[in-house]
C-alpha cells in the first residue's frame, strides 16, 4: 500500500508542550499535507510540503520533510488545549491522495 | 460561500437496498473525491473526478458507482449495500491537487 503510517497512534502532552508526530510512506510524492480532524467532524488542511522543499512553518506548526528518507514529521509547538484532535499526513502522487492512518492528540490543560 | 456540502448527514439501510450520497461544491474546483473512513483508519479514496466529465476508480472503489453530474456536483452510489459499507463517507474537492477542502460527512449504518 502506498498509504502513509503515522507514528505515534497516540499522544498525551500538557498544555504548553511541544508535539511531534511522524509520518512514512513508500511512494514518490508530489507533495505531502497535514490535515486536522476533530472529533465527529471533516478534515481541516493545515500544511502542504512540496516535495522539492525541506521545510515550512505557519504559525505554531513546522512541518518537515525527507524524500531521501520518504519521511514527514509535523511539530506543533507551545500546544492548547483545542489542538486535541486527530492529526493525519496525506500524500498526493498526481491525481490521487493516500492518507496514513492518523495520530490522535490529547493536550492536557 | 458554503464550501463543500453533502447529503444526507446520516443514513439507515438494510443489506441490498440502495442509495446516493450528494455532494456540491461552491468553489468552482476541478477535481472532486469521495472517501470512506472506518474506526481507527485514515480516510480511503474510493472514487475522484479530476475535472468535469471524467471519474476514476481510487483504492477501494467496488461496491460504489459515481457521477459527475456538473463541475459543482458529484454524487456516489450504492447499488446494493453489505453491512462492509458502514462508513463515515466524506466529500472533498481541490484545485491542482492542493488544499482539499471536506464536507461534514455522512455516517452510513448498513443493517
Known amino acids: 500500500s502506498q498509504q502513509g503510517e503515522e507514528d505515534p497512534q497516540a499522544l498525551s502532552i500538557q498544555e504548553g508542550e511541544n508535539a511531534t508526530m511522524n509520518c512514512s510512506y513508500k511512494?514518490?510524492?508530489?507533495?505531502l499535507q497535514w490535515y486536522r480532524q476533530n472529533s465527529g467532524r471533516g478534515l481541516v488542511h493545515l500544511i502542504l510540503?512540496?516535495?522539492?522543499?525541506r521545510e515550512k512553518h505557519s504559525g505554531r506548526l513546522r512541518v518537515t520533510l525527507d524524500t531521501s528518507k520518504k519521511s514527514s514529521s509535523l511539530l506543533i509547538t507551545a500546544s492548547r488545549a483545542a489542538d486535541t484532535a486527530s492529526y493525519f499526513c496525506?500524500?498526493?502522487?498526481?491525481?490521487?491522495?493516500?492518507f496514513g492512518t492518523g495520530t490522535s492528540l490529547t493536550v492536557i490543560p | 460561500n458554503a464550501g463543500v456540502t453533502q447529503t444526507p448527514k446520516f443514513q439507515v439501510l438494510k443489506t441490498g437496498q440502495s442509495m446516493t450520497l450528494q455532494c456540491a461544491q461552491d468553489?468552482?474546483?476541478?477535481?472532486m473525491y469521495w472517501y470512506r473512513q472506518d474506526p481507527g483508519m485514515g480516510l480511503r479514496l474510493i472514487y475522484y473526478?479530476?475535472?468535469?466529465?471524467?471519474?476514476d476508480k481510487g483504492e477501494v472503489p467496488n461496491g460504489y458507482n459515481v457521477s459527475r453530474l456538473n463541475k459543482r456536483e458529484f454524487s456516489l452510489r450504492l447499488e446494493s449495500a453489505a453491512p462492509s459499507q458502514t462508513s463515515v463517507y466524506f466529500c472533498?474537492?481541490?484545485?491542482?491537487?492542493?488544499?482539499?477542502?471536506f464536507g461534514p460527512g455522512t455516517r452510513l449504518t448498513v443493517l
Open positions: 511512494t514518490s510524492i508530489n507533495n
Open positions: 473526478s479530476a475535472s468535469e466529465g471524467t471519474t
Open positions: 496525506a500524500l498526493n502522487t498526481g491525481n490521487q491522495f493516500y
Open positions: 472533498a474537492s481541490s484545485d491542482s491537487y492542493n488544499e482539499q477542502f
Open positions: 468553489m468552482n474546483h476541478n477535481s
Open positions: 510540503i512540496r516535495s522539492n522543499e
